[in-house]
T-cell receptor, first 114, second 112 residues
Framework: DAKTTQPPSMDCAEGRAANLPCNHS???????VYWYRQIHSQGPQYIIH???NNETNEMASLIITEDRKSSTLILPHATLRDTAVYYC???????????????FGKGTLLTVNP | SQTIHQWPATLVQPVGSPLSLECTVE??????LYWYRQAAGRGLQLLFY??????ISSEVPQNLSASRPQDRQFILSSKKLLLSDSGFYLC???????????FGPGTRLTVL
């Protein structure tokens, strides 16, 4: 799986948009970008994933650059409950058995301030 | 949608004691199930995965074992705990045909 680089921490004001960047310059053509988050002392939570088109769901938007070397996760109206470590992962879609295992890096600690 | 239950939520055990952690899944059938461990300040380590009843694959040699006695039940066990077994144990579920993994709330194990 391609390596990703994320800032160790970010702050955001409550109610504002949180834009979390991720660099994945070695991404290959069949690798997807996934985002998970982990609130303190809880299990990780899937947020969104995409290949090359921008994606949006009820939690967030994912913007992938045209060259696919970087992406941005956008939480449009951050709340205090969005304070968590956000993980950007690049991996091949599918496969079997342990090919589905997730490997998290250090992620970005997003702190939403009142 | 699927719901993943894990218990207990926290556990403190002495070195050398046995361990049994349970994971159950609701709202789906034939899921792929995973046991991960997350040590303090570190990333996820895949311990075991299962594609069906009685089918267990181990990712790393260790002091732990896993079993899947029913389609939606996954158990992590140890006969004798080590200090290094301390950590946050997470059960995850992947639905057939999908790539996303959904995690349970985790069990925090402290071995003293």
């Amino acid at each position: 799986d391609a390596k990703t680089t994320q800032p160790p921490s970010m702050d955001c004001a409550e109610g504002r948009a949180a834009n979390l960047p991720c660099n994945h310059s070695t991404i290959s053509g069949n690798e997807y970008v996934y985002w998970y988050r982990q609130i303190h002392s809880q299990g990780p939570q899937y947020i969104i994933h995409g290949l090359k088109n921008n994606e949006t769901n009820e939690m967030a938007s994912l913007i992938i650059t045209e060259d696919r070397k970087s992406s941005t996760l956008i939480l449009p109206h951050a709340t205090l409950r969005d304070t968590a470590v956000y993980y950007c992962i690049v991996r091949v879609y599918g496969g079997g058995g342990s090919n589905y295992k997730l490997t998290f890096g250090k992620g970005t600690l997003l702190t939403v301030n009142p | 949608s699927q719901t993943i239950h894990q218990w207990p939520a926290t556990l403190v055990q002495p070195v050398g004691s046995p361990l049994s952690l349970e994971c159950t899944v609701e709202g789906t059938s034939n899921p792929n199930l995973y046991w991960y461990r997350q040590a303090a300040g570190r990333g996820l380590q895949l311990l075991f995965y299962s594609v069906g009843i009685g089918q267990i694959s181990s990712e790393v040699p260790q002091n732990l074992s896993a079993s899947r006695p029913q389609d939606r039940q996954f158990i992590l066990s140890s006969k004798k705990l080590l200090l290094s077994d301390s950590g946050f144990y997470l059960c995850a579920c992947r639905l057939a045909g999908l790539d996303t993994q959904y995690f349970g709330p985790g069990t925090r194990l402290t071995v003293l």
